[in-house]
């Protein structure tokens, strides 16, 4: 009896049919999407697929057929609706977004807006909002014409740069958090080179570079490499960043690894326009070509104060460039409004401004030192004494 019992619980879990409408024979798979700027204020949408048929090379048992193991299909429209819809008309399954990971959007599509991507993209419920957002110079679709080298798969590249925080990590998410459209998103760098991987044959290769500002959900400028570093602190992605600095002994160059840090924003008591920026951070010497001792306490205080110094040249400069287009990337409004509420309600109108003209920053870098790798002073000092 209790064996029928368990049997009958059991049919309706074995009766049950497939989660979803569509089987995954079915389904056409989305890894990346690409958005350009079309004519007539139209955009062109490019659905970057994998390929299942491709995925088992024929020499390990797959069916024998040869080529890459992804597709990339573009369709112009007026929305992204109507653009998408346009590329689904022409295939066999049914497009899937559940594996979407990337959107790259052109500089020049993302100069005019992209309001109306984010809209799509908070509106569709099998797009994850938590997906990396990066922009492109010249066509965003060219992207997946580089030589995944490491990967099977184009995308695999640029969703690999903001995971390893070598650029910034931007997502739909944190545009769609913001009160004004205010972000800063990563830009890739794109050049053609002779790969010795290809037999000397030259192809795309796509590296992380500028950052662009936007403003209202359009960017509006850029930081450069150099420049942009110090928004990694401003919001909290430090991981593995290098700093290099001269020595105060001898002005030779030593680089730090900083391998943890953790930022703190408040508006100061005194002045709600000025921001007391809190950092602290541990770090690891990679490479020394000083021969100051860093086993003395002395000259490491004075190495830290050097490398804090550096840090906080990095952030104010990137607040500037910030500042110079009335773009508040890190949420300033946010911290003010939340902090100072009455403050807030009466520059809220004109906030832009306000940050252009008002808001300063008073940043403190707490660094300290914690390993010096496998030799505690400069190997070929000790080689000399030898």
Known sequence: MKRLKSLILLCPFVLTGCWSQYELNERA????????????????????????????????????TTGKPYSLQSATGKTFTEAYKK???????????????IIIISEEMARD?????????????????????????????????????????????????AQRKVT???????????????MIVGILTKKTIKMLSEGGKKGLFVSPGEMALFHNYKMVGKLDAKVGRGAFWLRNLIKGAEVTIKA????????????DAHTKIRPSKKDPFTFNVDIKAEGNISESQSDMSLTNEKQMAQLEHVAEKQIRNRIKATLKASQEVKADVFQFSEYLSWHKPKIW????????ESYHEKVKMNVQVD????????????????????
Do not use: C
């Open 87 to 101: 590329i689904q008309a022409t295939l066999t399954r049914n497009i899937s977004w559940g594996h979407t990971r």
């Open 113 to 161: 807006g992209i309001r109306d991507i984010l809209e799509f993209v908070l509106r569709e419920p099998n797009l994850n909002i938590n997906q990396t957002l990066l922009i492109a110079p010249g066509k965003a679709k060219d992207i997946e014409e580089l030589t995944p080298i490491f990967e099977r798969f184009p995308t695999t590249i640029p969703i690999s740069f």
């Open 29 to 64: 798979f989305v890894a990346g999407i690409y958005v350009d700027k079309a004519a007539n204020g139209h955009m062109e949408i490019s659905l970057s697929f994998s390929l299942p048929n491709r995925l088992v090379p024929s020499d390990l048992g797959g069916a024998g």
């Open 345 to 352: 309600k009466m520059v809220k109108k004109d906030w832009p």
């Open 168 to 182: 910034v990590d931007t997502t739909p998410k944190d545009f769609l958090e913001t009160s004004n459209g205010d």
């Open 248 to 259: 105060p002994a001898d002005q030779q160059l030593i680089s730090l690894l900083v391998m």
């Open 367 to 386: 660094l300290h030192i914690k390993r010096l790798g496998a030799e505690n002073n400069s190997f070929w000092e000790k080689e000399k004494s030898l």
